[in-house]
């Protein structure tokens, strides 16, 4: 398992359609080669399980000895028992203990397999060598099908305090007519530029025609308008230093950020697109791993709004 002061981890990244891994090595969370599998065809954990393991070896190529490994999941799961509690998306994984089916397959101990959040795992990414570095207050919104959050204090997950929605998630905080998701996630700039225009599109689809359609601008800065209310009101009692957006709407970020940024009043806070994108949830379960499950990253690495950032 990697502790503190070991050398390398094996990391994942278990997306919706999707697996990625890639070993991270040492202290500055360096990647090696990432590789990646859909898994369109797999339904059952056992499959899932071999798919994962053929994948790690792929990664690992190379690195001689044994390692342990961390993974980013979706929730709802039961991350300190390593396992899904997920019924909508990969169902077939409920109740399955993940933990001891990968261990005795990885060669290591159960202990040395981990399981971290993917939103907390994307933050801790960006926190830990990525555009959140240094800061010392930051949140993580995932901007993608639904949206995803963290927060981190010196460089640690946080949970619970003022402006933390409860249990880290802001996705079913009421808002307006409904709750945050409703008006920030790709089913909302879909759905907006449904209503004025009666076509269903995808958000990259949007985006792309985005210069020359003014209904499908108006869906972005739309969106763009929300996004800046539920950074500048629902999480203005945590006072960030940064927040970093990641997930697959923010590669549209031209788009609706400075609409965005319009609807915030605290000119101290700083929108920052991910820099590490799909990497940040890899690089992320090595910040996690080196620093103890509990996601912290090594005091070295947090200065004040003012310094390395």
């Known amino acids: 398992m990697a502790d503190v ?10 997306g919706g359609s999707h697996v990625s891994a890639a070993v991270c ?19 059952t954990s056992d499959a899932f ?14 690195c001689e000895g044994g390692m342990g490994a961390t993974l980013a999941v979706p929730g709802p799961f039961n991350f300190e028992a390593g396992i899904s509690l997920m019924k909508h998306k990969l169902p077939y994984l409920y109740g399955v203990d993940l933990r001891h089916a990968l261990s005795g397959r990885l060669g290591c101990e ?10 907390d795992a994307y933050l801790l990414g960006e926190v830990g060598a990525g555009v959140a570095r240094g800061f010392r207050r930051a949140v993580g919104l995932t901007l993608g099908t639904g ?40 089913r909302a700039v879909s ?8 076509k269903k599109c995808t958000v990259a ?44 709407i923010s590669r549209s970020a031209h788009l609706f950020l400075p609409v965005t940024q319009s ?14 994108k799909d990497r940040a949830p890899l690089v992320g379960c090595g910040v996690a791993s080196f620093n103890g499950c509990n996601g912290t990253v090594a005091p070295a690495g947090v200065a004040s709004a003012q310094g390395t950032a």
């Open 5 to 14: 002061g070991s050398s390398r981890v094996l990391t994942f990244d278990v």
């Open 25 to 43: 090595h040492g202290e500055k969370y360096e990647l090696g080669p990432v590789a990646i599998a859909l898994y369109a065809d797999v339904e």
């Open 49 to 62: 399980v071999d798919l994962l393991c053929a994948l790690g070896a792929k990664a690992a190529t190379g």
């Open 110 to 119: 159960p202990g040395e397999v981990r399981f971290l959040n993917d939103a």
């Open 147 to 186: 949206i995803g959050s963290a927060f981190t204090v010196d460089g640690r997950l946080v949970t619970e305090g003022p402006g933390v929605p409860a249990d880290g998630e802001i996705w079913n905080v009421p808002y307006e007519s409904g709750i945050v998701e409703d008006f920030v996630s790709a």
């Open 191 to 198: 759905g907006n530029y449904e209503r004025r225009t009666g």
């Open 205 to 248: 689809e949007l985006a792309a025609v985005a210069p020359s359609d003014p209904d499908a601008e108006a869906a972005f800065e739309e969106f763009g308008q929300h996004l800046g209310r539920v950074v500048g009101v629902l999480l203005a009692d945590f006072a960030a230093d940064v927040v970093v957006l990641g997930g697959g």
């Open 263 to 276: 609807q915030i009043s605290d000119e101290t806070l700083l929108l920052r697109v991910s820099e590490l």
